[in-house]
């Protein structure tokens, strides 16, 4: 059991990283991306609990989402956890447990709210947000304070997601690592949102390749918009309905391990020479360092290839692992075949670096007659090199026949 005092250390973690990825996903992309997994599978959600671990109780549009959608969906029960001293907590309805007790920890001091059931309480004709609102005025057992600081390391709210069979939220990006680990640990279902960075990390990586986590359905690889609170200093634009502060994040997608039809989709693809000749395709470069051949984007990928390919981040969404095998990324050991001396890096306008580097070992390399123009490239012993940007490997599963690199 954890002490008080670590407890309330937990959660002033909690509140410190959360006040730093303070950026609330809008409702729109939500039900976009949730609703998706319906043409796959229309009872995705029925007779389950959904845990919202790293949101707030109803200003969230997590806790909106399902709480409108509640009896549409299925759903069995709905979960949502805060943090201490979230800047939006409070803002549409008030606890009284928000400011009760709280000691020297940050208001309004973390909660759970827990919904069962959605009626149409109002008698207006349908199920809203408003609904859900009287539903917690009225019943003050649905929500209840958070000792750990809400936390979602804490033990109270690792209670919680044992109990849920799908978990949906956006958590802090700075704590992805940790929080897809315990999703693991825990066996958990999940839709998540995180950076896109966050597919090359060693504790993400492996899950792709081993087909155990996967991208979502929307929003991959053209960023999201995110709302943030009113006293930050750096964000994009004014949203004209809302007046809310907007910030738009490029590198932002959605991760899942639940199953949805668009990655099972079979790429139409062409034979290299087809490629070549029709595609725009120049040539199909191998690697120095890599025994694999470049493909700079998922349309130029032979049918007729049966060795290893280097193909741009973004190819993962289209990955179908009936038709494809990932074998790694630059990193991935035991699939560099040569390392390089230190180099001479040289800048786009011809300009070389004062010291020597080792970047050209971060990457997938190709050697060239020639140095390049408006390109940076590298120089090793008087060959020149250029580094393409990060490259996954993959295989056919079962190419149509053997091409040849031409």
């Given amino acids: 059991m954890a002490t008080e005092r670590s407890a309330k250390n937990l959660g002033l973690t909690a509140a410190k990283k959360a006040k730093n990825d303070e950026f609330y996903t809008q409702y729109y992309d939500i039900q976009e991306e949730v609703e998706a997994y319906f043409d796959y599978d229309p009872d995705t959600f029925r007779g389950k609990t959904v845990y919202c671990n790293c949101d707030d109780p109803f200003e969230s549009n997590f806790f909106k989402y399902f709480a409108v959608n509640f009896n549409r969906l299925g759903l069995r029960k709905l979960i949502t956890t805060s943090y201490d001293g979230s800047s939006i907590a409070g803002n549409q309805i008030s606890f009284e447990e928000y400011m009760a007790g709280n000691g020297t920890r940050e208001k309004p001091r973390a909660t759970c709210l827990e919904i069962e059931k959605v009626k149409d309480l109002n008698a207006d004709g349908v199920i809203g947000i408003e609904d859900a609102k009287m539903f917690l005025v009225n019943n003050p057992h649905s ?50 949102i995180g950076n896109t960075n ?3 990390y060693k504790e993400v990586f492996p899950l792709i390749k081993a087909n155990s986590l996967w991208l979502g359905c929307t929003n991959f690889n053209v960023g999201m918009h995110f709302e943030v609170p ?20 490029s590198t932002s997608c959605w991760y899942t391990n639940l199953e949805h039809g668009r990655r099972r989709q079979k790429l139409n693809l062409m034979p290299m020479a087809d490629n070549l000749r029709y595609t725009g ?14 493909v700079g984007t998922y349309k130029g990928i032979p049918s007729d290839y049966s060795g290893m390919m280097g193909v741009p981040i973004t190819f993962l969404d289209k990955f179908n692992p009936d038709q494809f095998e990932i074998l790694g990324y630059e990193k991935s050991a035991g699939l560099r075949t040569k390392v390089y001396p230190k180099q001479i890096q040289i800048d786009k306008s011809g300009k070389p670096k004062q010291s020597a580097v080792t970047k050209l070992n ?4 190709i050697k060239l007659d020639y140095p390049p123009e408006n390109e940076t490239y590298y120089v090793v012993n008087g060959e020149f090199f250029v580094q393409k940007y990060t490259r996954i490997f993959i295989r056919h599963l079962g190419p149509t026949s053997t091409g040849a690199v031409q």
């Fill in 281 to 294: 395709v120049s040539s199909y470069d191998k690697y120095d360092n890599f025994d694999a051949i470049e």
């Fill in 143 to 192: 929500h209840r304070p958070l000792e750990g600081g809400g936390d979602f390391r804490s033990e109270e709210c690792i209670e919680l997601l044992k109990e849920a069979d799908i978990v949906v939220t956006n958590p802090p990006f700075s704590l992805f690592r940790d929080y897809i680990a315990l999703l693991r640990e825990h066996k958990k279902k999940f839709l998540v």
């Fill in 362 to 365: 971060d990457g997938a390399a």
């Fill in 230 to 249: 009113d006293n930050r200093e750096n964000y994009h634009y004014i949203d004209e309905g809302t007046g809310k502060k907007m910030v738009r994040v």
């Fill in 198 to 200: 966050a597919i090359t």
